[in-house]
Nanobody
Framework: QLLESGGGLVQTGGSLTLSCVGSGLSGISSMGWFRQVPGKDHEFVAGVTLNRNTYYAESAKGRFTISGDILKFNMVLRMNSLKPEDTAVYYC????????????????WGQGTQVTVSS
């Protein structure tokens, strides 16, 4: 089970921090954040591995920072300089793969938290 928190409404240029806490997981090697807007597929945002290597989508580089402790099933995404196009439901996910930006590789998902950036 994964549980996200920290979503909300923020103005353009503002910041938000999303948190994810997991329990009852097995064999996890990486965790990641995805986001989804209505009518579109999940989009990879950022990921972190057991070795604490981090990966970012181009849209997140320079603005978002991911950190996490895979062994403790927790992860944080700090989002700065938010833009209206960042508006989406953000999902926490966990994978047995060492790393992937494909949602199919993630077997555990949270319920999502809404992030809305007003212009």
């Amino acid at each position: 089970q994964l549980l996200e928190s920290g979503g909300g409404l923020v103005q353009t240029g503002g910041s938000l921090t999303l948190s994810c806490v997991g329990s009852g997981l097995s064999g996890i090697s990486s965790m990641g954040w995805f986001r989804q807007v209505p009518g579109k597929d999940h989009e990879f945002v950022a990921g972190v591995t057991l070795n604490r290597n981090t990966y970012y989508a181009e849209s997140a580089k320079g603005r978002f920072t991911i950190s996490g402790d895979i062994l403790k099933f927790n992860m944080v995404l700090r989002m700065n300089s938010l833009k209206p196009e960042d508006t989406a439901v953000y999902y926490c996910a966990a994978s047995i793969r060492s790393w992937s930006d494909h949602k199919i590789e993630y077997g555990y998902w949270g319920q999502g938290t809404q992030v809305t950036v007003s212009s």
